[in-house]
């Protein structure tokens, strides 16, 4: 990775470190993050030479070399200064709420406009939609494109931004190009790694937000980090964390309940956690406490699925969709654990008990 002197290289200086590096066999790819460009060396970037020429320039600070399976997403790398504004919250400073449909039902859109208003009243900085849909059973509804002129409805309505799942190349490109505002990776898709990769390659100059969900069949947390990595590398440094319930080993939730992975997550990577109590538990009677649990732990923000009318829903929204009501009760409540977590940190109470 390139650390240069000035925030962005200019045309001339790039192609100078990309005509050193090429000799050597490896490319440059350019991370677009929000204060600066990061240049990272993809490739053996363990020729002591190559290093040297490039230190050897005058508008090179500094060449890291980073054994890690993640060295982007690692703690220790320069792009643990990066920082991510969602709907006006700069996550880390205070909670993220993403709220909306699991499904947009597109015979009755009327119930997703009346839920965006209504958990933008609630307080939600995000509004969330399901346009295409990843359903276990091939007879179960699949999502439909026209759902995603209904997402843009709701975000011209409230002035939010809005949220959808892509599951595939043609998906994200009409995803990307109708500017939606922050894109989801669900659980299927989260191994993917050649879809992770085109993500990272066509969010990378919109910077779009990617909230990446955790695998149910991952484990190791490096795994969940790597998964994050192949959206970094391919040039999209906006990743969200999306820990969301894993295979159940007990029989009462749909999952098994992940919010504790949060401090695990920060302990190795930079990127902010948005955790989904809606999956993890599976049933709204469960969400808030998934949710107060998950902010204890250290989450950033929360994504959770909300309804007007859960019963009149479709997909998951039936059984996981909280009314508004409840969403408003439970933001409020989030940010009074959100207040004792910063006072235990601030006191260093958490590094004590240790
Ligand atoms: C969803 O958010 O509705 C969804 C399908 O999520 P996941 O990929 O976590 O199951
Ligand atoms: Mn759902």
Same mark, same amino acid.
């Given at each position: 990775m390139i650390i240069s002197k000035a925030p962005v290289l200019t045309d001339k200086q790039l192609a100078e470190i990309e005509q050193i590096v090429g000799e050597f066999g490896c490319k440059i790819q350019v991370i677009h993050g929000a204060h600066r460009q990061i240049y990272a060396i993809i490739?053996?970037?363990? =020729?002591e030479t190559m290093v040297n020429r490039l230190l050897g320039l =005058?508008?090179?600070d500094r060449v890291d070399r980073m054994e890690s399976i993640y060295k982007f997403m +690692?703690?220790? !790398? +320069? /792009?643990?200064?990066h920082r991510m504004k969602i709907g006006g919250v700069e996550l880390g400073q205070e909670p993220l709420v993403i709220a909306g449909h699991?499904? @947009? +039902?597109p015979d009755n859109s009327a119930a997703f406009f009346e839920t965006a208003a209504a958990v933008k009243e609630a307080g939600a900085h995000v509004i969330r939609g399901g346009v295409w849909k990843p359903r276990t !059973?091939?007879? !179960?509804f699949q999502g439909t494109v026209r759902s995603l002129g209904f997402l843009l409805e709701a975000r011209e309505r409230t002035g939010l931004p809005v949220i959808a799942e892509v599951m595939d190349e043609a998906q994200l490109r009409l995803a990307v190009e109708a500017e939606v505002d922050m894109l989801q990776i669900g659980t299927r898709n989260a191994l993917n790694y050649t879809l992770l990769a085109e993500v990272g390659r066509q969010t990378a100059e919109p910077g779009i937000p990617v909230l990446l969900k955790r695998s149910r069949?991952?484990? &190791? @947390?490096d795994e969940f980090i790597a998964a994050a990595e192949y959206i970094v590398a391919n040039g999209n440094p906006n990743v969200i964390f999306c820990p #969301?319930?894993?295979?159940?080993? /007990? *029989?009462?939730? #749909?999952?098994? &309940? *992940?919010?504790?992975?949060a401090p695990l997550l920060k302990e190795k990577s930079w990127a902010p956690v948005v955790f989904d109590p809606s999956h993890s538990v599976g049933r709204a009677n469960y969400v808030p406490a998934a949710s107060l649990a998950a902010i204890a732990y250290g989450a950033d923000g929360l994504i959770i699925e909300t309804h007007v009318d859960p019963i009149s829903g479709i997909g998951d929204d039936p059984k996981q969709s909280i009314k508004p009501k409840v969403l408003k009760a439970l933001i409020a409540d989030v940010r009074v654990v959100w207040a004792l977590r910063s006072r235990w940190q601030a006191n260093g109470n958490s590094s004590d008990a240790a």
């Open positions: 490739g053996d970037e363990r =020729s =005058s508008y090179v +690692d703690r220790r !790398s +320069d /792009l643990s200064r699991c499904t @947009i +039902d !059973s091939p007879h !179960s069949h991952m484990g &190791p @947390i #969301r319930g894993t295979m159940p080993m /007990l *029989d009462g939730y #749909r999952n098994h &309940p *992940d919010e504790a992975v």
